[in-house]
């Protein structure tokens, strides 16, 4: 089992996505969010005509676009990263994706950093233990295992340049923190146990790596990297109590990779987009 093939590109690695031929943006844009949500969509490539026509995108898009943004249009902002999350995506030969957009209010929750390796979306391990049993299929050629990921508003995900001793250091503070818990064998996302010992685990981690060299994506770049035991790039989200921010992330993949992920979670409508955060309220205008 391989991963789709980007052999010029490390665990982690800054890329612009501004070209000089791009429309700007506004000078400032005046975003401001109204409340912590988030918009998802899990299908091919969405289509997409000018930077600053949305009309091409999921109804559902709009009615988290009206519930959650005023001001500055995010299309505006959002269109330049998704042009060449596009092509990037293409060029490694795939066509599908599952995409979020989160919008976030102030918090102190990430004043602690939450350092972390994101799991290996398609590995079949893991989608046997989000389900609570058995893998089954078949062994795959290869599977997809990265991410591209960028900040349209506030500060960008930190992430650590030694990855590898980063990553090190937070195998060793696992071990450390679960030995110290023997009674408890349990590794079950829903276990109140496992998420006490997160709890542990991130508070440590925060203290090992407080002194680590990282890099955070500026305006008009984003973040490829990759995921997954052994090769994923350390990071964490920035401090966020400062103000409002906007992150995007992408998982690219092959349709029957997606389509499976989708099925283990009970989802079988294809494509399929939604929110999270909007009150029903907006829903009821949006019929």
Same mark, same amino acid.
């Given at each position: 089992?391989?991963?789709?093939?980007?052999?010029?590109?490390?665990?982690?690695?800054?890329?612009?996505?501004?070209?000089?031929?791009d429309?700007?943006?506004? %000078?400032?844009?005046?975003?401001?969010?109204l409340?912590?949500s988030?918009?998802?969509?899990?299908?091919?490539?969405l289509?997409l005509? #000018?930077? #600053?026509?949305?009309?091409?995108?999921p109804?559902?898009?709009?009615?988290?676009? $009206?519930? #959650?943004?005023r001001?500055?249009?995010?299309?505006?902002?959002l269109?330049? !990263?998704?042009? !060449? %999350?596009?092509? =990037?995506?293409?060029?490694?030969?795939?066509?599908?994706?599952?995409?979020?957009?989160?919008?976030?209010?102030?918090?102190?929750?990430?004043?602690?950093?939450?350092?972390?390796?994101?799991?290996?979306? !398609?590995?079949?391990?893991?989608?046997?233990?989000? $389900?609570?049993?058995?893998?089954?299929?078949?062994?795959?050629v290869? $599977?997809?295992?990265?991410?591209?990921?960028?900040?349209?508003?506030?500060?960008? #995900?930190? !992430?650590a340049?030694?990855?590898?001793? %980063?990553?090190?250091?937070?195998?060793?503070?696992?071990?450390?923190?679960?030995?110290?818990?023997?009674?408890?064998?349990?590794?079950? *996302?829903?276990?109140?146990?496992?998420?006490?010992? %997160? @709890?542990?685990?991130?508070k440590?981690?925060?203290?090992?790596?407080?002194?680590?060299?990282?890099?955070?994506?500026?305006?008009?770049?984003?973040? =490829?990297?990759?995921?997954?035991?052994?090769?994923?790039?350390?990071?964490?989200?920035? $401090? &966020?109590?400062?103000?409002?921010?906007? =992150? *995007?992330?992408?998982?690219?993949?092959?349709?029957? @990779?997606?389509?499976?992920v989708?099925?283990?979670?009970? &989802?079988?409508?294809?494509?399929?987009?939604?929110?999270?955060g *909007?009150?029903?309220g907006?829903?009821?205008?949006?019929?």
């Open positions: 089992m391989t991963i789709t093939s980007i052999p010029h590109l490390p665990d982690f690695k800054l890329l612009p996505y501004k070209l000089p031929t429309t700007p943006p506004p %000078a400032s844009p005046t975003i401001k969010i409340r912590t988030s918009w998802t969509y899990c299908g091919p490539l289509p005509t #000018t930077p #600053t026509d949305d009309t091409s995108l109804a559902s898009y709009h009615t988290w676009h $009206r519930a #959650t943004i001001g500055t249009p995010l299309i505006t902002l269109t330049p !990263f998704l042009l !060449f %999350a596009h092509e =990037f995506i293409k060029s490694t030969g795939l066509n599908h994706y599952w995409i979020t957009i989160r919008a976030s209010l102030p918090t102190k929750d990430f004043n602690t950093p939450r350092w972390h390796v994101d799991d290996d979306f !398609f590995d079949r391990a893991s989608m046997a233990n989000l $389900r609570g049993g058995q893998s089954t299929s078949s062994t795959r290869t $599977r997809t295992q990265w991410k591209l990921a960028t900040t349209l508003l506030g500060p960008g #995900t930190m !992430f340049t030694n990855t590898a001793g %980063a990553r090190n250091t937070l195998k060793s503070v696992k071990t450390a923190v679960k030995a110290s818990s023997p009674s408890h064998t349990c590794t079950s *996302v829903i276990c109140l146990g496992c998420a006490n010992l %997160a @709890e542990c685990v991130r440590a981690l925060a203290d090992e790596l407080k002194n680590v060299e990282v890099v955070q994506s500026g305006e008009g770049e984003c973040c =490829f990297f990759k995921v997954g035991e052994g090769v994923g790039a350390v990071h964490s989200e920035p $401090r &966020m109590d400062g103000g409002e921010r906007v =992150f *995007v992330n992408i998982v690219p993949g092959r349709e029957e @990779e997606l389509r499976e989708m099925g283990k979670w009970g &989802m079988e409508e294809w494509p399929r987009d939604w929110c999270l *909007v009150p029903g907006f829903w009821e205008e949006e019929g």
